[in-house]
């Protein structure tokens, strides 16, 4: 009964719907509705997180939701620069050893991500938070969490390869990386 009443606790079952918003998030080919979802997808990863007993995957997990919601109005390098200055802040704070670096790192790796880049390469880093965020979610028992990071990772490689290599109905057309993004071949 144990084992049960574990995976179906109130902070597992959060995780649960955190799972369902994140990979929501990482189909996206757009990027404004990837930030979107990850931002609620955030706010549910902290409630699951503080119901785990996880206080710096918690502070992490909400100042990303914050970060994602203010990356969807600007891109401005001074918030960005706020936004990980606060998650170090409360790495400083909350963080009790190695392991909990793993999220305050992810989180400001992230936020450079979502407001420098865009396409493939914004994907990329988030790619590389998303090992940092499995690594932290199996240390601490996060079962939502496990899953949602290692569906992230399988997602986010597929639609990079989806933007990389869109597909037509009568065929693919070559896309061509720049630098920031991903522009059509042929296409202004």
Not at 57 to 63: D, G, M, P
Not at 123 to 151: D, H, K, P, Q, Y
Request: charged share 10%; net charge positive; glycine share 10%.
């Amino acid at each position: 009964m144990h084992f049960i009443t574990k995976v179906f606790s109130p902070g597992q079952c959060i995780g649960y719907i955190a799972f369902i918003l994140g990979v929501t998030a990482f189909l996206q080919k757009n990027d404004r509705r990837l930030k979107g979802f990850n931002a609620v997808q955030g706010l549910a990863y902290a409630a699951h997180f503080l119901l785990l007993g996880s206080f710096p995957a918690s502070a992490s997990s909400l100042i990303s939701a914050l970060r994602s919601f203010l990356a969807l109005r600007t891109r401005s390098l001074w918030v960005a620069a706020l936004v990980i200055g606060v998650n170090v802040a409360a790495g400083v704070v909350l963080v009790r050893g190695a392991a909990g670096w793993l999220t305050v790192i992810a989180s400001c790796l992230a936020t450079l991500a979502v407001f420098m880049l865009q396409g493939v390469p914004m994907r990329l880093v988030l790619l590389v938070c998303t090992f940092l965020w499995l690594a932290n979610n199996i240390l601490c028992g996060s079962i939502g969490g496990t899953m949602l990071e290692s569906t992230i990772a399988v997602i986010n490689v597929s639609t990079m390869i989806r933007l990389l290599y869109p597909f037509e109905g009568r065929g693919r057309r070559e896309a061509v990386v720049m630098g920031t993004g991903i522009q059509e071949a042929g296409r202004s």
